[in-house]
């Protein structure tokens, strides 16, 4: 009796639960940030099966409809296997400034967290601001920014970065045996790595990602002044800009022309413990577990030199050929640099300006196999270069133009 009445209990909890394993879900996306009042406006539907005939509408913060219902835009295709349908919720016409969510009505429910439309300078006020202030604590080295989130500098080791062959890595990072130093004249090369931000979520720091930020940032620097340049009180990147380029030019060296692309090594093995291996503060590295053996690539870390640079013997070739996605990208901030501050700095421009021609010259525009990005290549896999190759023409071309018969000595 007792053994029947625990049957019947448990009864319901089995249905249920197998109603709860079986059950269909559906999210809406939308930007977070906001809605420019006269721009485009699409959410996204991701649902676990098809939502066919669904229909959406737009509610003020008092719930009130104040778009639709109107059908869901076509399927999109697949996000991931737990949500295979994806469809487009567009509401360009509706322009009332203030606060919505958006529900959705149809074979599977579904409704957005809340969000704002506004004007652009408002959408995008704190958006700056809060951009700025993550690449301020993302910053490495002794120029940090005190804030509540960075007590102290990190890396300073980085000042002292001796260079390595590019090692064998799986797709995780992870290599076998120790990693072998380069030499260059007779010596293993040491350079000041310092400074620079780190990548997203380790202390890695990548030319890949770098190159690309700065190109970014100083566009904006100089096309919206007035919102990312000197003009804005509250979210100027000029200083941002200016950090990022000097350690982009920590990894050139434009006297022996030797391209460096990686400070840091993500995974380590049975032999040494890498960045990924461990959680700590960025500030302990330097002194990690008093720098004994099997830390030393935390306490010290490698910088790796261009691989088309070093031959079979470890020995690194003064001029090799750069893979085009860096040569293009480190072209593009090094001349809008020159274009920065040709009048404020114009030894620091001239020396950007040399630095962006000389890598220019130097890309590889018939790369065979991989392009270089990072250790390993499946954390940030590129195929097409061209563009990049292409924004850094355009650049130098902007900067040659604009320096007329005061141009610094090409290559």
């Known amino acids: ?175 076998s045996g120790d ?27 990548f030319v890949q990602t770098t190159s690309y930020t700065v190109d970014l940032l100083l566009v904006g620097i100089r096309d919206f002044p007035n919102q990312m340049g000197a003009g804005s009180a509250t979210s100027s990147f000029v200083a941002e800009g200016k950090f990022g380029l000097d350690w982009l030019q920590s990894m050139w060296d434009d006297n022996n022309k030797i391209f460096y692309y990686q400070v840091g090594i993500g995974s380590g093995n049975s032999q040494t413990v890498a960045d990924h291996d461990i959680w700590r503060l960025p500030q302990v590295d330097d002194t990690y577990n008093q720098c004994s053996s099997k830390y030393r690539y935390i306490c010290n870390r490698p910088v790796f030199v261009n691989t088309s640079a070093v031959n079979s013997s470890g020995q690194i070739q003064s001029g090799a050929l750069i893979s085009p996605n860096l040569a293009g990208r480190m072209a593009a901030a090094l001349a809008i640099c020159y274009h920065e501050y040709q009048i404020s700095n ?37 195929s097409e270069w061209r563009d990049d190759m292409e924004l850094g023409a355009a650049e130098l071309y902007f900067a040659l133009q604009g320096c007329g018969t005061s141009c610094p000595a090409g290559p």
């Open 1 to 175: 009796m007792i053994r029947l009445s625990w049957n019947l209990l448990r009864l319901p909890l089995v249905v249920s639960l197998s109603v709860a394993a079986s059950a269909q879900s559906a999210f809406v996306r939308v930007n977070q940030i906001g809605y420019v009042s006269g721009g485009a406006k699409r959410a996204y539907l991701m649902a676990s099966a098809a939502e066919t005939g669904a229909t959406f509408i737009v509610k003020n913060s008092g719930g009130t409809t104040v778009f639709g219902p109107a059908a869901i835009g076509a399927n999109l295709g697949s996000w991931s296997t737990a949500y295979p349908d994806v469809y487009a919720l567009d509401f360009d016409n509706f322009v009332t400034t203030g606060t919505y969510t958006i529900d959705v009505s149809g074979p599977i429910a579904a409704a957005s967290p809340s969000f704002r439309v506004d004007t652009g300078a408002n959408v995008y006020a704190n958006a700056l601001g809060n951009s700025l202030f993550f690449y301020q604590n993302e910053r490495d080295g002794p120029n940090f920014i005190p804030s509540p989130l960075r007590m102290a500098a990190a890396h300073l080791n980085d000042q002292n970065a001796k260079a390595y062959v590019t090692p064998n890595a799986n797709s995780s990072g992870r290599f």
């Open 179 to 205: 990693l072998r130093p380069v030499t260059f004249s007779g010596s293993q090369p040491v350079i000041n790595a310092a400074g620079g931000w780190w990548d997203a979520g380790d202390y890695l720091k």
């Open 346 to 382: 114009t030894a620091y421009a001239n020396q950007c300006l040399s630095s962006a021609e000389h890598i220019f010259d130097l890309a590889n525009t018939a790369p065979s196999g991989n392009l270089l990005t990072v250790i390993p290549f499946s954390f940030y896999p590129e």
